[in-house]
């Protein structure tokens, strides 16, 4: 699932810039974006800690939210996640 980070070809209607943030922030401000948005919508966040690959891994598998997309690149993360 992890790929180069580029221009992502899947659409996102929110982004999170959790760059600078260590676990557990970029979690726990995902989980506030996700809670003010519609089930089906995408958050693309943004991060800078190399351990929130298996954060957001760990997160999606128990809160059902879908994550389509991580990419890496340049030591910054991108995850596309969508609302259950």
Do not use: Y
């Not at 810039?17 to 726990?28: F, H, K, S």
């Not at 891994?57 to 596309?80: H, I, M, P, R, W």
């Amino acid at each position: 699932m992890t790929t180069a980070m580029t221009a992502t070809a899947i659409p996102h209607d929110f982004e999170l810039d959790a760059r600078g943030l260590n676990c557990p922030l970029p979690i726990l401000r995902t989980k506030k974006a996700l809670n003010g948005m519609s089930s089906g919508q995408v958050l693309r966040i943004l991060a800078t800690d190399p351990g929130s690959v298996r954060d957001f891994q760990a997160f999606s598998k128990q809160t059902g939210n879908d994550l389509l997309n991580v990419g890496e690149g340049g030591g910054e993360f991108q995850f596309l996640m969508r609302k259950k």
